[in-house]
């Protein structure tokens, strides 16, 4: 069925960069909007960016604005999240999120999620 999976975490020090990157199983990739979320624990899940089905426009959460910056390359089926100047307060788990509604990626309601990577920043 549909898979979404996660990958690029990792341990860094704070100011440091990863790159994230979502690999989907959804055809046709290009009908849908695409986001990542993170989750620390003990806390809800948070939304952290997402982008419209082309890549035309994309939203951040005012955290990572900046800073973090999401993209996507439907001939590979990928969404990526480049952060840069890692602060410890972005440590959490990040998830990709995809549906055919950009209101539901956004909201962080419906469509389908992956297993979820781990980005741990040092101090």
């Known amino acids: 069925q549909v898979q979404l999976v996660e990958s690029g975490g990792g341990l860094v020090q704070a100011g440091g960069s990863l790159r994230l990157s979502c690999a989907a199983s959804i055809t046709p990739f290009s009908r849908y909007a695409m986001g990542w979320f993170r989750q620390a624990p003990g806390k809800e899940r948070e939304f952290v960016s997402v982008?419209?089905?082309?890549?035309?426009?994309?939203y951040y959460a005012d955290s990572v604005k900046g800073r973090f910056t999401i993209s996507r390359d439907n001939a590979e089926n990928r969404l990526y999240l480049q952060m840069n100047r890692l602060k410890p307060e972005d440590t959490a788990v990040y998830y990709c999120?995809?549906?055919?509604?950009?209101?539901?990626?956004?909201?962080?309601?419906?469509?389908?999620w992956g297993q979820g990577t781990q980005v741990t920043v040092s101090s």
């Open positions: 982008i419209t089905w082309a890549g035309g426009n994309t």
């Open positions: 999120a995809a549906s055919m509604s950009l209101a539901r990626v956004k909201g962080g309601l419906g469509g389908y």
